[in-house]
């Protein structure tokens, strides 16, 4: 779920939810929706995922207008999601490189990058060993469009997804873990100021 605080509405306003499906064994992305409301424009997206073909369908409607993008992909086709638990799973190591194919905006991106290094992250949740991932998005039907992106991972066995920032059209963004739990247990959550630089 996502919402504009009220400074950044003064620009555009956003009320939207997101939900992905994943393979319960490979956590690879199945299907993904949007609804939206960005300023008084509704929007919806519904995104079924074929690896076997490496495509997506995109059904979505914009101001009441219905429409479809068949695509396809070469790598790895995933949704925002899906790549969280598939960077989770590498084995994280200096100069490792990465690349894989994700869905975004009713598009698909190349992601290329590497493993930057080990570095230390205060955030509220606690101090971290987290190794930090580096790469640029670009636009498959569209290559001079590109985002540069930047992802923290915890280096313990949870594999943590502790931070992310990235670029949209209005300038950077940024998401920072707030709390975590396992299945019967109570939820740890962010406490005091981060300290992480960006």
């Known amino acids: 779920k996502v ?21 319960p064994k490979t956590l690879h992305t199945s299907r993904y929706t949007e609804e939206a409301m960005e300023n008084e424009v509704h929007r919806t997206v519904d995104v079924a995922f074929n690896p076997a073909k490496r495509s997506v369908r995109v059904d979505y409607t914009l101001r009441g207008r219905p429409g479809r993008n068949d695509i396809t992909y070469e790598h790895e086709g995933l949704d925002v999601a899906g790549a ?10 200096e100069g490792l490189p990465v ?20 570095e230390h992250v ?36 949870r594999r943590l997804p502790l931070a992310a920032v990235g670029t949209i059209d209005l300038g950077s963004v940024r998401a920072t873990l707030t709390s975590f739990s396992r299945p019967g247990e109570k939820s740890r959550k962010a406490e005091g100021k981060e300290s992480l630089k960006w």
């Open 3 to 23: 919402q504009t605080n009220s400074f950044f509405s003064k620009v555009r306003r956003v009320d939207a939810t997101a939900m992905s499906y994943l393979h």
């Open 84 to 93: 969280v638990y598939m960077l989770r799973q590498l084995p994280l190591k």
């Open 99 to 118: 690349c894989f194919d994700v869905y975004g905006v009713r598009r698909m991106w190349r992601m290329s990058g590497s493993v930057l290094k080990r």
């Open 122 to 157: 205060t955030l509220p949740l606690g101090e971290f060993e987290a190794w930090h991932l580096a790469g640029t998005a670009v636009r498959l039907d569209r290559p001079a469009m590109t985002r540069e992106v930047h992802v923290w991972i915890s280096d313990d066995e």
